[in-house]
């Protein structure tokens, strides 16, 4: 149990366009999930948590109108990068909480590595 | 939350134990130790969790010393699958479904042949 996917594993898009990533549980409801960048030999930065059904909550520096979340339902949260550029060509990971041993621990997606030309 | 500190790169000969060391001096008494590795260009893995018991799951050992300042993670085999940045991070007992992991800068285990 407590699998999380990621769709698209990889996407490269030019500079300026839109992308959307994808992160769902596969096997257990979440109403809470996270959304992290990682960069080229550096550590996982929490950017945002993600709310089922209302607004998600973003870290300190990051822009809430570039990064949109969305978190329709319990097993889906989206995190759209607006108006994209190279800067923003990072490897962005999601977790989801799942309820274990009586307290809620993260499990991870595998990651999307985005490349902005 | 506590800050944890760890060396930035280990070696381990295939087959022998890998012991990686976390210092988290400034650990309070609701906080547990937590250990995730992240295998190259992979999400993190969840490894093991420990409060002030020792703890062994099918992966790892987690040795948690009397005063909680320190732990160590121990891969009792090591093989070459375990290569991968491990990370030690300290997290409030109080884990309501906000609560953040917050990853530092891990040690990187290198297992050889």
């Known amino acids: 149990g407590a699998v999380v996917s990621q769709h698209p594993s990889w996407v490269i898009c030019k500079s300026g366009t839109s992308v959307k990533i994808e992160c769902r549980s596969l096997d257990f409801q979440a109403t809470t999930m996270f959304w992290y960048r990682q960069f080229p030999k550096q550590s996982l930065m929490l950017m945002a948590t993600s709310n089922e059904g209302s607004k998600a909550t973003y870290e300190q520096g990051v822009e809430k109108d570039k990064f949109l979340i969305n978190h329709a339902s319990l097993t889906l949260s989206t995190l759209t990068v607006t108006s994209a550029h190279p800067e923003d060509s990072s490897f962005y990971i999601c977790?989801?909480?799942?309820?274990?041993?009586?307290?809620?621990?993260?499990?991870f997606g595998p990651g999307t590595r985005l490349t902005v030309t | 939350d506590a800050k944890t500190t760890q060396p930035t790169s280990m070696d381990c000969a295939e087959g022998r134990a890998a012991n990686l060391p976390c210092n988290h001096s400034?650990?309070?008494?609701?906080?547990?130790v937590y250990w995730y590795r992240q295998i190259h260009s992979q999400g993190p893995q969840y490894i093991i969790h420990?409060?002030?018991n020792n703890e062994t799951n099918e992966m790892a050992s987690l040795i948690i010393t009397e005063d909680r300042k320190s732990s160590t993670l121990i891969l009792p085999h090591a093989t070459l699958r375990d290569t991968a940045v491990y990370y030690c991070?300290?997290?409030?007992?109080?884990?309501?479904?906000?609560?953040?992991?917050?990853f530092g800068t891990g040690t990187r285990l290198q297992v050889t042949l």
């Open positions: 420990g409060l002030k």
């Open positions: 400034t650990i309070s008494g609701n906080e547990y």
């Open positions: 977790s989801a909480n799942y309820p274990a041993r009586g307290r809620y621990e993260q499990y």
């Open positions: 991070i300290v997290r409030p007992s109080d884990t309501g479904t906000a609560s953040k992991l917050t």
